[in-house]
């Protein structure tokens, strides 16, 4: 999978727009919704070696560190790379797909997958090899867009609260889809897939469900909040490796 070209789903063109829009602390989704109960289950683990798949421009293996994990990132974007070796010299960034880790079997206590799911196009693949480097009794931490949200056909036309933009019915709910999204100077390809489908890769690599949760909103603007809370379109998942 290392062949593949790392703009093909828009992220390297849109590397800088990114950088420059999580310079104070990360979107509403990120700061207000899913950082508190992600950092929760993690505090919640024996500190150890954390891998962060998809890890952007680093700034979940930062705050990873801040909890005392040994942290490694990749991504296959070398402008976040770039930016995450900029701001943290002590963790790990590495160039590389999830489809195909650069790392040894049983490398990891955590792997954290952070709203990186929906970017990758084998992900059944990239499950496995989350597994495959995680070790016996590790967990797999996963925030994801929520399939109903990403399939907005069970509720016709209707506006993204992160972006404001008119979102298109994807067409029936089982039915995989990639759509281009463009806000703030972003073109992104993200995944719809029926939640079923991740379940089913995660549970078939012999991994075992530990935590689910469609987590509030802990602060941010009083409008956001009440948008989110009548369409909420995030969740989050925990993984152990027998």
Known sequence: ??????DENGWASSAAAWITANQDGGDFSREHVLDG?????????DRGQALDVGCGEGRFCRMLAAQGFQTTGLDPVPAMLDAARAQDTNATYVDGFAEALPFDDNAFDLVVSYLSLIDIDDAETAIAEMARVLRPGGRILVANLASFATSSSNFGRRTCAETGEELRPLGHYLREEK???EWAGLRIRNWHRP???YMQWFIGHGLVLTHFDEPQPTGGPADRIAAYQNMPYLMMMEWRKP
Do not use: E, G, K
């Open 179 to 181: 759509v281009w999204f």
């Open 1 to 6: 999978m290392t062949h593949r070209d790392p």
């Open 37 to 45: 109960p992600m950092l929760a289950r993690a505090r919640a683990m």
């Open 195 to 197: 939640l079923s489908r």
